[in-house]
C-alpha cells in the first residue's frame, strides 16, 4: 500500500495489482516514476501519440545497467511542456505474453509505436545522448511551443483573458471549464467547483468525458463544472496530487478538497452534484423529527442557541467534509433538548440512525469555543466516523466510503448468496444494534455483501467460496487483513456470540489475522526476497552458482507462469483490483 500511495501519475487507475508486484521486484527503486503498461492498458494507451515502449525483465543485467538512463530519459521527456513523445515500460517477467505479443526477442528491447501501430524497433546505442536525438527527431509535438506555458506555473504572471472573473452567475453556459495553471487557483479558491482530472489517451476518461459534458449542462447555473488536461498540465496534476486518471475532486474552497470516488455514470455523479450545491443545512421544526428521519437512514441534528452563532457557523463549515451525506439539520427548540435529555445551553450534535427519532446512535457535545486545531480536528473525526448506517450492504458505490473510512474502522462483512439478502441484511441489522445497544462507540461497520455479485472478489480478498454461505468475516481493510474465526476457534458464524468474539479477538489481537492480498502480491515479494539473498549468496559463493542458477531458473519458471495464470484470473473477474477496491 506504501508504494501505491508514493507510486504517482504513472500509476494509473488502469493499471492492476500487477503493477503492485513488479515494483516489488528489485530492478526499480521505489522513487522512479515510470510509467509500466500491462496487457489490460497497453492497447488503449498506445493507441494515441507517438510512444517508446522498453519490454525488460528485472532479472536481465542489461535491463538494470540501462536503468538509470532510461529514467534520465523519462524525466528529461517529463520536463518538457509539450513532448510530443510517450515512454513507457512492459515488465516481460510478469506480462511475457505481451512481449511476446510485440515482438520482444531481447532485453531491454525498445519498439516505437505511433496511433497505436508498431513503426520499428530501436537499434542504436543505449546512450543517453543517441537516446534524446531519437526522440527529438520522431516526437510529434501538437502546435508550435507556446511560450506562456511552461513548467514552473507562475500565478501573478498572466492575468489571462481565459479566466472568466466577475461573472454574476456560477456555469453559465452550461459547458465544461477548461482550467490550467493560470487559472486554477482563481476558480479552486473560490469554491464550489468540481474538477475532473484527465488524461486524453485513458480509456476511462474517454467513457467518462461525454457524461461530464451532460454533467456541465445539467449543472448550468447552479456549480462549475471544469477538466485539466494532465498531459497538457502534468505539473499542476502532480501538485493536486492526482494518481490515476481519471480523478474528480470537488474543491469546496481553499483547504476543503475531496475525492469523489462513486461510480462514473450520470446519476450518482449528478446526485453528489446537488448534494454539494444543495443548502448546506437546514433548519428543523420539531413537529418534522419523525418525517426526516423516516427519510434518512442517517442524519445529523445539531442543538444550539441562537447565541452561540459562532459555534453553528464553526459546524457547518466543518460539516462539509460529509457533502451533504448525512444531511446536517439544526435547531434551537428546547423541545429537542428535552427529547433527548441534554442540558440547555449545552451545544452538542445528535446522530439519529436506522430510522431511531428518538434514541440518538450517538451523541457530540461541542466544546465552547470550538477554539484550537485540535478541537476543529475532533469535531470533524466524529462527524465522519458516525456518518454511516449501522448496518449497510456493501457495493461498489459506497465501498470507498466503508472500508477506508478515515478512521479505519473494523468491518463485520457478511458473504450472502442473492436469494437470501433479505434474511441476512435482517439478522446483520439485528447484531448491529446489539452490539451498538452493547458496547456503545466501537467504531465497528455492520456490512453484508451480495456473494453472487461479488464472488471472485470474496474468495481473493477472504477466502469465501461459494459453498458454505453465509459466511461472515471481520476486515480491517486499512491493513489488509481479517479475522474468519472466533475466539473459540470456530469459523465465525451468524450470532452475537460468536462475532462478539472475534471483533473482540481482532481488536485485542488474540486471534491470529490473515492476510487479503492476494497470490501475486505476496509472490512478488516473495521472489523479491530470494533474489536478493540469491545475489549475496552468488558473490561470496561464485562455485555453486551454477546449481543455485538453475534452481533459481525452475522458481522463476513456475513462479511466472503462476503470476500470469493468476493475472488471467483477476482478469476474468470484470473488476479492477486497487489495494483491493471494487470498480
Ligand atoms: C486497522 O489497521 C490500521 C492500520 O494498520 C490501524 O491503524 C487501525 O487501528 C486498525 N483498526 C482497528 C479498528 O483495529
Same mark, same amino acid.
Given at each position: 500500500?506504501?508504494?501505491?500511495?508514493?507510486?504517482?501519475?504513472?500509476?494509473?487507475?488502469?493499471?492492476?495489482?500487477?503493477?503492485?508486484?513488479?515494483?516489488?521486484?528489485?530492478?526499480?527503486?521505489?522513487?522512479?516514476?515510470?510509467?509500466?503498461?500491462?496487457?489490460?492498458?497497453?492497447?488503449?494507451?498506445?493507441?494515441?501519440?507517438?510512444?517508446?515502449?522498453?519490454?525488460?525483465?528485472?532479472?536481465?543485467?542489461?535491463?538494470?545497467?540501462?536503468?538509470?538512463?532510461?529514467?534520465?530519459?523519462?524525466?528529461?521527456?517529463?520536463?518538457?511542456?509539450?513532448?510530443?513523445?510517450?515512454?513507457?515500460?512492459?515488465?516481460?517477467?510478469?506480462?511475457?505474453?505481451?512481449?511476446?505479443?510485440?515482438?520482444?526477442?531481447?532485453?531491454?528491447?525498445?519498439?516505437?509505436?505511433?496511433?497505436?501501430?508498431?513503426?520499428?524497433?530501436?537499434?542504436?546505442?543505449?546512450?543517453?545522448?543517441?537516446?534524446?536525438?531519437?526522440?527529438?527527431?520522431?516526437?510529434?509535438?501538437?502546435?508550435?511551443?507556446?511560450?506562456?506555458?511552461?513548467?514552473?506555473?507562475?500565478?501573478?504572471?498572466?492575468?489571462?483573458?481565459?479566466?472568466?472573473?466577475?461573472?454574476?452567475?456560477?456555469?453559465?453556459?452550461?459547458?465544461?471549464?477548461?482550467?490550467?495553471?493560470?487559472?486554477?487557483?482563481?476558480?479552486?479558491?473560490?469554491?464550489?467547483?468540481?474538477?475532473?482530472?484527465?488524461?486524453?489517451?485513458?480509456?476511462?476518461?474517454?467513457?467518462?468525458?461525454?457524461?461530464?459534458?451532460?454533467?456541465?449542462?445539467?449543472?448550468?447555473?447552479?456549480?462549475?463544472?471544469?477538466?485539466?488536461?494532465?498531459?497538457?498540465?502534468?505539473?499542476?496534476?502532480?501538485?493536486?496530487?492526482?494518481?490515476?486518471?481519471?480523478?474528480?475532486?470537488?474543491?469546496?474552497?481553499?483547504?476543503?478538497?475531496?475525492?469523489?470516488?462513486?461510480?462514473?455514470?450520470?446519476?450518482?455523479?449528478?446526485?453528489?452534484?446537488?448534494?454539494?450545491?444543495?443548502?448546506?443545512?437546514?433548519?428543523?421544526?420539531?413537529?418534522?423529527?419523525?418525517?426526516?428521519?423516516?427519510?434518512?437512514?442517517?442524519?445529523?441534528?445539531?442543538?444550539?442557541?441562537?447565541?452561540?452563532?459562532?459555534?453553528?457557523?464553526?459546524?457547518?463549515?466543518?460539516?462539509?467534509?460529509?457533502?451533504?451525506?448525512?444531511?446536517?439539520?439544526?435547531?434551537?427548540?428546547?423541545?429537542?433538548?428535552?427529547?433527548?435529555?441534554?442540558?440547555?445551553?449545552?451545544?452538542?450534535?445528535?446522530?439519529?440512525?436506522?430510522?431511531?427519532?428518538?434514541?440518538?446512535?450517538?451523541?457530540?457535545?461541542?466544546?465552547?469555543?470550538?477554539?484550537?486545531?485540535?478541537?476543529?480536528?475532533?469535531?470533524?473525526?466524529?462527524?465522519?466516523?458516525?456518518?454511516?448506517?449501522?448496518?449497510?450492504? =456493501?457495493? *461498489?458505490?459506497?465501498?470507498?466510503? +466503508?472500508? &477506508?473510512?478515515? @478512521?479505519?474502522? %473494523?468491518?463485520?462483512? /457478511?458473504?450472502?448468496?442473492?436469494?437470501?439478502?433479505?434474511?441476512?441484511?435482517?439478522?446483520?441489522?439485528?447484531?448491529?444494534?446489539?452490539?451498538?445497544?452493547?458496547?456503545?462507540?466501537?467504531?465497528?461497520?455492520?456490512?453484508?455483501?451480495?456473494?453472487?455479485?461479488?464472488?471472485?472478489?470474496?474468495?481473493?480478498?477472504?477466502?469465501?467460496?461459494?459453498?458454505?454461505?453465509?459466511?461472515?468475516?471481520?476486515?480491517?481493510?486499512?491493513?489488509?487483513?481479517?479475522?474468519?474465526?472466533?475466539?473459540?476457534?470456530?469459523?465465525?458464524?451468524?450470532?452475537?456470540?460468536?462475532?462478539?468474539?472475534?471483533?473482540?479477538?481482532?481488536?485485542?489481537?488474540?486471534?491470529?489475522?490473515?492476510?487479503?492480498?492476494?497470490?501475486?502480491?505476496?509472490?512478488?515479494?516473495?521472489?523479491?526476497?530470494? =533474489?536478493? *539473498?540469491?545475489?549475496?549468496?552468488? +558473490?561470496? &559463493?561464485?562455485? @555453486?552458482?551454477? %546449481?543455485?542458477?538453475? /534452481?533459481?531458473?525452475?522458481?522463476?519458471?513456475?513462479?511466472?507462469?503462476?503470476?500470469?495464470?493468476?493475472?488471467?484470473?483477476?482478469?476474468?473477474?470484470?473488476?479492477?483490483?486497487?489495494?483491493?477496491?471494487?470498480?
Amino acid at each position: 500500500m506504501k508504494l501505491l500511495s508514493r507510486a504517482r501519475l504513472a500509476f494509473s487507475l488502469l493499471v492492476s495489482s500487477v503493477i503492485l508486484a513488479s515494483t516489488a521486484l528489485p530492478v526499480e527503486s521505489s522513487e522512479t516514476e515510470l510509467l509500466v503498461l500491462t496487457p489490460d492498458n497497453f492497447e488503449t494507451t498506445v493507441s494515441e501519440g507517438v510512444w517508446f515502449v522498453e519490454h525488460f525483465s528485472p532479472y536481465c543485467g542489461h535491463c538494470r545497467n540501462f536503468a538509470p538512463t532510461w529514467k534520465q530519459l523519462v524525466e528529461q521527456t517529463e520536463k518538457k511542456a509539450d513532448p510530443g513523445i510517450h515512454l513507457a515500460q512492459v515488465n516481460c517477467a510478469i506480462d511475457g505474453d505481451l512481449c511476446r505479443k510485440n515482438k520482444v526477442d531481447g532485453y531491454p528491447q525498445m519498439n516505437l509505436y505511433k496511433n497505436g501501430k508498431y513503426v520499428e524497433t530501436f537499434k542504436k546505442a543505449r546512450s543517453l545522448e543517441i537516446l534524446t536525438e531519437y526522440l527529438d527527431a520522431h516526437a510529434e509535438p501538437r502546435a508550435p511551443p507556446a511560450p506562456t506555458t511552461t513548467a514552473a506555473p507562475e500565478p501573478t504572471a498572466e492575468p489571462a483573458p481565459a479566466v472568466r472573473e466577475k461573472k454574476p452567475d456560477v456555469n453559465p453556459s452550461g459547458t465544461v471549464l477548461k482550467l490550467n495553471e493560470a487559472n486554477f487557483r482563481t476558480y479552486v479558491d473560490k469554491g464550489g467547483i468540481l474538477v475532473k482530472f484527465f488524461a486524453p489517451w485513458c480509456g476511462h476518461c474517454k467513457k467518462l468525458a461525454p457524461i461530464w459534458e451532460q454533467l456541465a449542462g445539467e449543472m448550468q447555473h447552479t456549480l462549475e463544472v471544469a477538466e485539466v488536461n494532465c498531459e497538457d498540465h502534468g505539473a499542476l496534476c502532480r501538485l493536486e496530487g492526482v494518481s490515476g486518471y481519471p480523478m474528480l475532486f470537488y474543491y469546496g474552497g481553499k483547504e476543503a478538497k475531496t475525492e469523489y470516488t462513486g461510480a462514473r455514470k450520470l446519476e450518482p455523479l449528478k446526485a453528489f452534484a446537488d448534494k454539494v450545491s444543495g443548502p448546506g443545512v437546514q433548519e428543523l421544526k420539531y413537529g418534522e423529527l419523525e418525517a426526516r428521519v423516516a427519510e434518512n437512514s442517517v442524519l445529523y441534528l445539531l442543538l444550539y442557541a441562537p447565541s452561540d452563532r459562532a459555534i453553528f457557523n464553526q459546524v457547518v463549515d466543518a460539516s462539509h467534509v460529509l457533502f451533504g451525506s448525512p444531511p446536517l439539520y439544526t435547531s434551537s427548540s428546547s423541545a429537542f433538548y428535552d427529547h433527548y435529555n441534554i442540558k440547555a445551553g449545552t451545544v452538542a450534535i445528535v446522530a439519529l440512525k436506522d430510522h431511531d427519532p428518538n434514541v440518538p446512535a450517538a451523541v457530540y457535545e461541542i466544546p465552547k469555543p470550538v477554539s484550537t486545531a485540535d478541537d476543529r480536528q475532533e469535531l470533524v473525526d466524529w462527524l465522519l466516523r458516525n456518518r454511516l448506517p449501522t448496518a449497510l450492504e =456493501l457495493d *461498489s458505490d459506497n465501498f470507498q466510503d +466503508v472500508m &477506508n473510512a478515515p @478512521h479505519k474502522p %473494523l468491518v463485520v462483512l /457478511v458473504a450472502t448468496a442473492s436469494r437470501d439478502l433479505k434474511q441476512t441484511a435482517k439478522e446483520v441489522g439485528e447484531l448491529a444494534r446489539k452490539w451498538r445497544d452493547a458496547r456503545g462507540r466501537a467504531p465497528v461497520v455492520f456490512a453484508w455483501m451480495d456473494a453472487d455479485k461479488w464472488g471472485k472478489w470474496l474468495k481473493s480478498m477472504y477466502g469465501i467460496k461459494a459453498g458454505g454461505l453465509p459466511r461472515a468475516v471481520v476486515a480491517n481493510h486499512t491493513s489488509l487483513v481479517y479475522w474468519d474465526t472466533d475466539q473459540f476457534g470456530e469459523t465465525i458464524s451468524l450470532t452475537s456470540a460468536s462475532v462478539f468474539s472475534a471483533v473482540n479477538g481482532a481488536m485485542k489481537g488474540t486471534i491470529p489475522y490473515k492476510h487479503s492480498e492476494n497470490t501475486i502480491e505476496r509472490l512478488a515479494r516473495y521472489l523479491n526476497d530470494k =533474489l536478493v *539473498s540469491v545475489e549475496t549468496y552468488v +558473490v561470496s &559463493n561464485p562455485w @555453486h552458482t551454477a %546449481l543455485w542458477g538453475f /534452481v533459481l531458473l525452475i522458481a522463476l519458471f513456475l513462479g511466472i507462469k503462476r503470476l500470469l495464470s493468476d493475472t488471467e484470473d483477476s482478469r476474468e473477474g470484470g473488476y479492477l483490483r486497487k489495494g483491493g477496491r471494487l470498480d
